[in-house]
C-alpha cells in the first residue's frame, strides 16, 4: 500500500481517489481551502479517502498527483517546493488557455509545457507526465474504449516511471498500452495532443477517448 495524495477534489482528482483507495492505496485528497481534516467513504462498504488541505497532502503522502487546473498549476505547486522535495509528482493536467465556449483553445506554454516548467522550480522533486490524452473517465476504466488507449509516459527519473507504471496498472492499464517516450521535455509533445481535443469534442460531445498509438 502506497500514500498517495491528490491535489485537486474536482472530476479528475475524485475519480483517481476513488480507483486507488479500491486497489488498497492510502489516499488523502487535497482540497485549495484549508479544512479539518476528516473521512468520508468511497462507497458504504469500501475503502475511505481522507481529506485535507493542499499543503498538507503535499507534505504527508510519499506520491503526489497534480489533478489541479493546468493553467494555474505552477504557482500552486511552486509554493509547495518543501513539502514536495524527495516525492514523485505525477503531472495529469494539461495548461490550456480557453477559447470563446470554454474549451481548451491554446497552450500556456507553447514550445515547452507545464511538466517541465514544474520541474524546473521544484528540482528535487521527480515529475512524471501520463494520462494527460484522454477524458477523465478513461483514466481509471481504459478498458470501456472499444480500442486499447495509450498511456504516455514522460521524466526524467527511471524509477520514478517504474512506480508510476506501477500505479497505472493499479487503474486497469496493461503494460502494452503504456509508452514512455522518454525525459520530461517529451512532455511538450503529449501536452500539445491537448489542442485537437475540442475539435472532437465539438462534434462528438464528451464521449470517451483517448489519443492514441495505433500499430
Known amino acids: 500500500m502506497t500514500s498517495i495524495g491528490i491535489l485537486g477534489a474536482g472530476r479528475v482528482g475524485t475519480s483517481l481517489a476513488d480507483k486507488l483507495a479500491a486497489t488498497g492505496h492510502h489516499v488523502t485528497l487535497g482540497r485549495r481551502s484549508p479544512m479539518r481534516e476528516t473521512t468520508a467513504p468511497v462507497e458504504a462498504t469500501g475503502p475511505r479517502i481522507a481529506f485535507a488541505d493542499q499543503r498538507t497532502t503535499a507534505r504527508t503522502a ?11 498549476a505552477l504557482d500552486r505547486l511552486a509554493g509547495l517546493r518543501t513539502e514536495l522535495a524527495g516525492k514523485i509528482l505525477v503531472d495529469v493536467s494539461n495548461a490550456t488557455r480557453d477559447a470563446a465556449d470554454g474549451l481548451p483553445g491554446d497552450l500556456c506554454y507553447p514550445g515547452s509545457s507545464l511538466a517541465e516548467h514544474l520541474q524546473a522550480a521544484l528540482p ?38 517504474k512506480t508510476v507504471t506501477g500505479l497505472l496498472g493499479d487503474l486497469g492499464w496493461q503494460p502494452a498500452w503504456i509508452e514512455d517516450l522518454g525525459d520530461i521535455t517529451t512532455a511538450r509533445a503529449t501536452e500539445a495532443m491537448i489542442l485537437v481535443v475540442p475539435h472532437v469534442l465539438r462534434r462528438t460531445g464528451f464521449r470517451p477517448f483517448a489519443v492514441s498509438l495505433a500499430r
Open 62 to 72: 510519499d506520491i503526489v498527483i497534480n489533478a489541479t487546473p493546468g493553467d494555474s
Open 124 to 161: 528535487d522533486t521527480r515529475v512524471v507526465k501520463t494520462l494527460n490524452t484522454m477524458l477523465f473517465t478513461v483514466m481509471t476504466a481504459p478498458d470501456i474504449l472499444a480500442v486499447p488507449p495509450t498511456a504516455y509516459l514522460s521524466g526524467n527519473d527511471e524509477h520514478a516511471k
